[in-house]
């Protein structure tokens, strides 16, 4: 069974927006730090966006601040990543993780378990 799934991604030019989601099973989404990273082609996966889903607490990587959202929505245990004023260089396959721990400062450095991903193509 998936416990992740993430959907949403596709071709975007860049200035337009696009809203990933994460499917999370019930036991996955409860009382779980969720997040969002990205591997860019080339690149080692880096961290975009963390929330808590038993106090909604979110925490967001430098580069994320601003332009990206992470949220939640209880009754359907999902995560959200709303992207806009997107450019060229977010383009890469966008993952869903979760760890059984509260997020905090050091939520990137965390150990996660993986959706399979959404690929997110941002054109000039």
């Known amino acids: 069974q998936n416990q992740l799934v993430e959907s949403g991604g596709g071709s975007a030019q860049a200035g337009g927006s696009l809203r990933l989601s994460c499917a999370a099973t019930h036991y996955v989404y409860m009382h779980n730090c969720l997040v969002w990273f990205r591997q860019r082609p080339g690149k080692q996966r880096e961290g975009v966006a963390a929330?808590?889903?038993?106090?909604?607490?979110?925490y967001y990587a430098d580069s994320a601040k601003g332009p990206f959202t992470i949220s939640k929505e209880d009754s359907n245990n999902t995560v959200y990543l709303q992207m806009n004023n997107l450019k060229p260089e977010d383009t890469a396959m966008y993952y869903c993780g979760y760890s059984n721990r509260q997020c905090g400062e050091r939520w990137r450095f965390y150990t996660y378990s993986w959706g399979r991903g959404t690929q997110v193509t941002v054109s000039s």
């Open positions: 929330i808590y889903t038993a106090d909604g607490n979110t």
